[in-house]
Nanobody, 119 residues
């Protein structure tokens, strides 16, 4: 498994922006690896937000964030970002970074970072 540490959450007004970071260690990333972001709001199940395939850089987003959020790799080794723009109160959740394999899914999870969007 890989160790994942998220940062960058906080409180922001609706319409604002935040950037989440996730630093991964313990694995050498290859073309078969993926990293993603999920979120869980109070009383709801965890849901997929975005993912990036490590070597190719291809991305995929949920319909609820498409056009507002952007996932990217950082310049630092094994770092991934989630740039969140035009935030809405319904984006309020704990955001989790995840890592895994393209064929088999996610096998490592971070501890989560809280994002709160006020109206």
């Amino acid at each position: 498994q890989v160790q994942l540490v998220e940062s960058g959450g906080g409180l922001v007004q609706a319409g604002g922006s935040l950037r989440l970071s996730c630093a991964a260690s313990g694995r050498t990333f290859s073309s078969n690896n993926i990293m993603g972001w999920f979120r869980q709001a109070p009383g709801k199940e965890r849901e997929f937000v975005a993912r990036i395939r490590w070597i190719f850089g291809s991305t995929y987003y949920s319909d609820s964030v498409k056009g507002r959020f952007s996932i990217s790799k950082g310049n630092a080794k094994n770092t991934v970002y989630l740039q969140m723009n035009s935030l809405k109160p319904e984006d309020t959740a704990v955001y989790y970074c995840a890592a895994g394999m393209y064929a088999s899914g996610y096998d490592s999870w971070g501890q989560g970072t809280q994002v709160t969007v006020s109206s």
